[in-house]
């Protein structure tokens, strides 16, 4: 990375992984553990990164924004969800996925589901994809859902009313837990 030594960058790549992993930065005390430095030696390092442009502090318990990810959401990754309550997503996170804000509504509840099979195929949509969900409880002919059987395992479906989504529904067997509005495919 451009005008950082190569402690800095380990620091912020640090700081990155943590934030993926538990969906918010981590702590002067857990860089310094992390490096092996002072606590003092850490807030030095962090100075750098702000004064660089790469991370911005806010002066409060684990106050580290990554600057140049400011256009990104972290949205839970969710694979299940109580049939019978709603429930807040990040309760059931199995991870954390950055996502552009643009892609969302403002005011709303998103939460991301990565698809399991590929029964969604000629959707374009593949196991191993993300999709970006919207919390709502109805859908529209030809909308791609998220939806919970009795059990807790979510499931991704095409969405019409007649035929035996539509029927589901309505006798109560499946409830829909959101719509996607999305798809984030990860290359490797």
Not at 34 to 59: D, N, Q
Not at 100 to 116: S, W
């Amino acid at each position: 990375m451009k005008g950082l030594t190569r402690r800095q960058e380990e620091i912020l790549k640090f700081i990155e992984e943590y934030y993926e992993k538990n969906g918010f930065p981590p702590s002067i005390r857990d860089i310094s553990k992390k490096f092996k430095i002072t606590p003092r030696g850490a807030v030095i390092h962090l100075v750098a990164l702000e004064r660089k442009g790469y991370v911005k502090r806010t002066g409060k318990a684990r106050g580290i924004k990554l600057v140049y990810r400011s256009d990104a959401i972290k949205l839970p990754i969710v694979e299940k969800m109580p049939f019978d309550m709603p429930v807040n997503a990040v309760e059931n996170a199995v991870g954390f996925l950055s996502v552009p804000k643009d892609m969302l509504e403002p005011g709303c509840d998103h939460f991301v589901y990565k698809v399991k099979d590929d029964s969604l195929k000629e959707e374009n949509v593949m196991k191993g994809d993300y999709l970006v969900v919207k919390r709502q409880r109805k859908a529209e002919n030809g909308d791609i859902v998220i939806v919970v059987r009795e059990g807790t395992n979510l499931e991704v479906l095409k969405y019409a009313d007649e035929g035996n989504i539509g029927e589901l529904v309505k006798t109560g067997d499946i409830r829909i837990v959101g719509k996607a509005i999305g798809l984030i495919r990860l290359f490797c």
